[in-house]
């Protein structure tokens, strides 16, 4: 399981260092690049926010085994095992 996270933060990471790529590229048509920036900016914004669920689904799986939190009133508790 635990490489199955490290896979698909890999490939999170490649995915945001492509779009970086992209928006360091001067292919674009200069009338674009507002809406290039914008859309390339949400795209990057979602890849963060993916490794990081990665990287707490790691963390879950090899360090942590129980988390619970308190927002607004509301209760979340998660807890992990060993698999057999």
Do not use: C, N
Request: glycine content about 10%; hydrophobic content about 65%; overall charge positive.
């Amino acid at each position: 399981m635990a490489l199955a996270f490290v896979g698909a933060g890999m490939a999170m990471t490649l995915l945001a260092t492509g779009l970086v790529m992209a928006l360091l590229a001067d292919r674009w048509p200069a009338d674009l690049a507002r809406l290039r920036l914008a859309i390339i900016g949400h795209a990057l914004y979602a890849a963060l926010a993916l490794i990081a669920l990665v990287l707490v689904g790691l963390g879950m799986s090899v360090a942590l085994r129980q988390v619970s939190a308190r927002f607004l009133g509301a209760d979340f508790t998660a807890s992990g095992g060993e698999q057999k």
